[in-house]
């Protein structure tokens, strides 16, 4: 079955450093999608970087980085130079086709960052 | 500028009470969903609409329900049959279906059963 696995529920980081939050996922499909969104205090869910499955290059977005490993079945979020406005929850998703698409979110880590 | 727009921001059910929360995008997307998150929770789907008047179950469709009439509506009913609906729900869209469409989600109404 399909899971994505976030095992940090909080992390703190000093502002301007770098922060690398982990995500392992479990798929048995070749073809899939990976993603990261941002949810700060005011609820919305905003889209961050997207990783497929058949990508050799890392993707990036501005500050942010997923380092795909797919051997390990892991797609962590690098952030760097983060700041204050970094402090949010972030969200781990994938999407698969089994019997139709489906996107699967992990519980999500609560990122703090320090000034 | 194109988003989705959900309404009320905060809605408070009565026990035994039908509401309706509202979910407007203007994206022209095909693609819409309903989520539904709780403390501690990864997001959890409940509905989703691939195309007008059509519209699949999710994960936990129980005790909700959904239309989608026009291209950019799709509200969600919390009907009573909902035993435990106070939680944070979101409403998304995707321009279609596939696996690297990330999703554009509106800003969420958090529902309180008083």
């Known amino acids: 079955a399909q899971k994505i696995t976030q095992t940090q529920p909080g992390m703190f980081v000093q502002e301007k450093e770098a922060v690398t939050l982990d995500c392992t996922y479990d798929t048995s499909d070749q073809s899939y999608g990976l993603f990261w969104y941002k949810q700060p205090s005011s609820g919305e869910m905003i889209f961050l970087i997207y990783?497929?499955?058949?990508?050799?290059q890392n993707a990036t977005e501005g500050r942010y980085s997923l380092n795909f490993q797919k051997a390990r079945k892991s797609a962590n979020l690098v952030i760097s130079a983060s700041q204050l406005g970094d402090s949010a929850m972030y969200f781990c998703a994938m999407s698969c086709y089994t019997g139709g698409f489906k996107t699967i979110f992990g519980a999500g880590t609560r990122l703090f960052v320090k000034a | 500028d194109g988003g989705i727009t959900q309404s009320p921001k905060y809605l408070f059910r009565k026990e035994g009470q039908n509401v309706t929360l509202s979910c407007e995008q203007n994206?022209?997307?095909?693609?819409m969903y309903w989520y539904r998150q709780d403390p501690g929770q990864g997001l959890r789907l409940i509905y989703y609409s691939q195309i007008v008047n059509d519209f699949q179950k999710g994960d936990i469709a129980e005790g909700y329900s959904v239309s989608r009439e026009k291209k950019e509506s799709f509200p969600l009913t919390v009907t009573s049959a909902q035993k435990n609906p106070t939680a944070f729900y979101l409403c998304a869209s995707t321009p279609g279906q596939g696996l690297n469409y990330g999703y554009t989600f509106g800003s969420g109404t958090r529902l309180t059963v008083v």
């Open positions: 994206l022209n997307h095909d693609a």
């Open positions: 990783q497929g499955s058949y990508d050799e």
